[in-house]
């Protein structure tokens, strides 16, 4: 056996609304097939979302892809949001809040999400599952010897995200601390001595992880490069107490399914905070049409606020990224 750790964010490129990243933690048989292709080691499980048109929120097989294509399923947000008490044990009630999603869930610090003034913690949060599903997913997933499935999510507000590329003057440090937050939180937590692969997909334009991965680890061993290249890079710690080894590859999402299951939670909490930042100017500014925050129509939404902003003392570094 091993774990298996997928890790992917989401709102990295919009000027509006928070940045997520998610992380899931897999305890997996200690084959290739399984890491490599997840998809095709348990199809009682999982599907991908080609063809999967017609397949219910939580219904085995799960459908578990990209997030970019997964939001192109009309109940696109009920699979991901499935996917937190089916295969991660969320003990989701019909109604549950953002509060208790993110005290659940979320990396010890919460500061990261301070200051945004879209925020609303009781925020409801439902969930499109059938009766008796949980009941049966699990027995399936116990049966298929997944046993110990675990993740984390964080969120970074516009306020904080700000903060930092003032601090860092640089975007990418946004990305990158976050990360390393996750791969710290599991190099932590994860209980045993057996070995630990870490999935990754690229993080920005990066080429090189050896330096950031090496900032992760801190003083439990030293990473060593195994190959660097523009199709994949992959490191491997020496000195560690167990085996620990870090894949980051393009396109991850779509090749590994650990990645693609915490593209799925990463989304899920971004699009929660886009319809809370809907939710909040559109209560306030008449007419003003929603925004999914992407860059040319966020300019058109941004604009439409600002005088709003103005009058009720909104600080605009809490709203908009500067970058």
Not at 138 to 148: Q, Y
Not at 201 to 208: A, N, Q, V
Not at 274 to 294: H, Q, S
Request: contains cysteine; charged residues 25%.
């Amino acid at each position: 056996m091993l774990w298996v750790i997928g890790c992917d964010e989401a709102g990295y490129g919009p000027p509006l609304g928070a940045f997520t990243q998610g992380s899931v933690a897999l305890f997996l048989p200690g084959s290739t097939g399984a890491i490599e292709d997840s998809w095709a080691a348990y199809p009682e499980l999982f599907r991908k979302r080609r063809g999967a048109a017609r397949a219910r929120p939580g219904v085995l097989p799960l459908v578990v892809d990209d997030s970019k294509v997964m939001t192109q399923l009309a109940s696109g947000m009920d699979h991901l949001g499935a996917l937190w008490p089916v295969l991660f044990g969320y003990p989701y009630k019909q109604k549950n809040t953002l509060k208790d999603l993110l005290d659940w869930a979320h990396l010890p610090d919460h500061t990261t999400f301070r200051d945004d003034p879209t925020l609303v913690e009781n925020f409801p949060i439902s969930w499109v599952l059938e009766d008796g599903l949980l009941e049966n997913a699990r027995s399936a997933l116990h049966k298929n010897g997944l046993t110990d499935c675990r993740a984390r999510i964080s969120m970074v507000s516009p306020a904080v995200f700000n903060q930092m590329i003032d601090q860092h003057q640089n975007k990418s440090a946004v990305l990158e601390k976050g990360w390393q937050s996750h791969i710290r939180w599991w190099l932590h937590q994860l209980p045993g001595d057996e070995p630990i692969v870490i999935l990754s997909d690229r993080l920005g334009g990066k080429k090189c992880y050896a330096g950031i991965f090496q900032e992760a680890l801190g003083a439990k061993g030293l990473v060593q490069v195994i190959r660097e290249d523009d199709n994949q890079c992959t490191y491997r710690c020496l000195g560690t107490d167990r085996e620990i080894m870090l894949i980051v590859s393009p396109k991850a999402d779509s090749k590994y399914l650990p990645v693609a299951a915490a593209s799925m939670l990463a989304k899920h909490l971004r699009e929660i905070s886009m319809e809370m930042v809907n939710r909040y100017w559109m209560e306030r500014v008449p007419n003003l049409k929603p925004t999914a925050g992407y860059p040319e129509d966020g300019k058109r939404f941004y604009a439409e606020i600002q005088s709003t902003m103005a009058r009720s003392g909104v600080n605009p570094d809490h709203v908009w990224r500067k970058r």
